[in-house]
C-alpha cells in the first residue's frame, strides 16, 4: 500500500500550508500599502492570532470540516468514475474470476504480489470466499512496486492457459523472496504448472496489454496503491480486516 497520508500527516500538512500562507502574506502583502492601511492590517492581524491562540480547536475544527469536505468529494468522485467503468470492472473476459462466478456480489481487488499488505490481506479475503458461497471475485493484476511485480503479474496471467490461475495466485501470495524469475518458476512447478510452458506463454504481448489495461482503470478510478478493493458502489484503498470485508459484502447484497 503506498501514497497514503494518515490523518495526522494530512493535519500537519494542512497547518504547514496555513501558517506558510499567513508568513507569506505578512512578508509580502503589506509591501505598497499606505501607512494608515498597513496600521489596520497589523491590528487585523493581531486580533486574528490573539484569537486563534485563544482558541486553538479553531483551527483543529477547521482542518477537519476541510478533511471531510475532502473526502466526500473523493468519494462523490468514485461514485460516478465506478457507474462510468461497469463494463471494464466486471464483464473484462481476460481478468481471473475466483469464487462463484455466478455469485450475488462481487468483490474487485487490485494487487501487486510483492505489495505486503496485499499478502497481508490475503487470508482475509480467502476466508469471505470460503465462508459465504455466493461471492464472486475479480482479480485486477496491477503491478505497481518494480520489473519483479510486473514479471509475477505476467506469469500469473500465462498460468490461466494451463488452468492454473487461482492455485498460482495463492502460490504467489503466500510466498516469498525476491520474485526472480527462477523462484517464481519454482512457485509455479508446485502448483503443478508446466514451468517451461509458463516461461514461454509469459512472453507473449497480450499479458503486457491487460496490465497496462489494468492501469488504466486504476488511474481512471485514482486507485493509486495496493490493495484497492470494489464492492458493489464502495471502492476501499487499503487492507480491510475479513468482518469488515464480510460486513460490506452483506451490505452490498442488502442494497444498502
Not at 499606505?34 to 487585523?44: D, N, V
Not at 492581524?45 to 475532502?70: F, Q
Not at 512496486?145 to 510486473?150: F, I, K, R, T
Not at 516461461?199 to 489495461?213: F, N, Q, T, V
Request: with cysteine.
Amino acid at each position: 500500500m503506498i501514497n497514503r497520508l494518515t490523518p495526522a500527516t494530512r493535519v500537519t500538512f494542512a497547518t504547514v500550508v496555513i501558517l506558510g500562507s499567513l508568513f507569506a502574506w505578512r512578508l509580502y502583502g503589506l509591501q505598497g500599502l499606505p501607512a494608515a492601511t498597513t496600521l489596520q492590517a497589523q491590528e487585523i492581524e493581531k486580533i486574528v492570532r490573539d484569537y486563534l491562540l485563544k482558541n486553538p480547536e479553531v483551527v483543529a475544527e477547521s482542518l477537519a470540516a476541510l478533511e471531510r469536505k475532502r473526502e466526500n468529494a473523493q468519494a462523490a468522485a468514485a461514485q460516478t468514475a465506478l457507474a462510468q467503468y461497469q463494463v471494464q470492472l466486471y464483464n473484462d473476459s481476460e481478468a481471473p474470476v475466483g469464487g462463484n462466478p455466478r455469485g450475488d456480489v462481487t468483490i474487485v481487488e487490485f494487487f501487486d504480489y510483492r505489495c505486503g499488505y496485499c499478502r497481508r490481506v490475503h487470508p482475509a479475503v480467502a476466508n469471505v470466499l470460503q465462508k459465504d458461497a455466493k461471492v464472486r471475485i475479480i482479480y485486477k493484476e496491477f503491478p505497481i512496486l518494480g520489473p519483479p511485480s510486473v514479471l509475477a503479474a505476467r506469469a500469473a496471467l500465462a498460468s490461466r492457459a494451463q488452468g492454473k490461475y487461482l492455485a498460482f495466485h495463492t502460490a504467489l501470495m503466500s510466498g516469498g523472496g525476491s520474485f526472480s524469475e527462477a523462484e517464481i518458476l519454482k512457485e509455479a512447478a508446485s502448483v503443478g504448472l508446466d514451468a517451461e510452458r509458463l516461461k514461454k506463454d509469459m512472453a507473449s504481448p497480450e499479458l503486457e496489454k491487460i496490465i497496462e489495461k489494468n492501469h488504466a482503470l486504476a488511474q481512471a478510478l485514482n486507485i493509486r496503491g495496493t490493495p484497492a478493493f470494489i464492492v458493489g458502489k464502495r471502492l476501499v484503498p487499503g487492507a480491510m480486516e475479513e468482518a469488515d470485508l464480510a460486513a460490506l459484502v452483506q451490505e452490498t447484497r442488502a442494497g444498502k
